[in-house]
């Protein structure tokens, strides 16, 4: 994972651009790469929230709608998508517990997947949690099997459909929020 940035431009995030190797890998190692390289940079859940919403874009030819009252929720049917890149605290726990207890809707947390264990235990080991309503999935899976699928479980279409996916990023979401500099460039 290579980051480019001008030598005088070391310090303006308005520029990041992070390079994704893609050959020859999983779709899961590209984005933890990423995901890892964003967390460097402090950037790493508008990364995420950004791929998240482009590939619910790609799989479903429609927008998800973003939540206006929690931060990094996505609505798509019958389900919440909560990204929570975070290290497990109080405060995500309760917005979590929140969400679930205040509708019918199923809860899909995604996380960093070095971030899923923990999740899942604190999910699983708690009455205030209705049994079975919480799906805890990292972004990197989450993402990953949508590409693969999308790819026909192909090298060549996984390789095209990571492209599509990072092009859709670079123009949807930056534009969406606003931070030019979080760009993906495929090397």
């Not at 090298?155 to 931070?179: D, P």
């Amino acid at each position: 994972m290579n980051i480019s940035l001008p030598s005088n431009r070391l310090n303006d995030p308005s520029i990041l651009c992070l390079e994704a190797e893609v050959r020859r890998r999983s779709v899961e190692a590209t984005l933890q790469d990423l995901l890892l390289t964003a967390a460097i940079h402090g950037c790493c859940a508008e990364l995420a929230l950004g791929l998240v919403d482009a590939v619910l874009a790609k799989s479903f030819r429609r927008e998800a709608s973003i939540s206006s009252t929690v931060a990094y929720e996505f609505f798509i049917g019958n389900v919440v998508i909560k990204v929570v890149m975070d290290p497990l605290n109080h405060r995500h726990y309760e917005e979590l517990k929140q969400r679930v207890t205040s509708s019918k809707r199923e809860v899909w947390l995604l996380t960093r997947s070095d971030r899923t264990i923990g999740w899942r235990d604190a999910v699983r080991g708690t009455v205030k949690i209705p049994r079975g309503r919480v799906v805890v999935r990292s972004v990197e899976s989450f993402v990953g099997q949508n590409i693969t699928e999308l790819a026909g479980f192909s090298a060549a279409g996984k390789v095209s459909q990571l492209k599509e996916l990072f092009e859709l990023y670079n123009t949807r979401w930056i534009a969406k929020v606003g931070t030019p500099g979080i760009r993906i460039i495929m090397k």
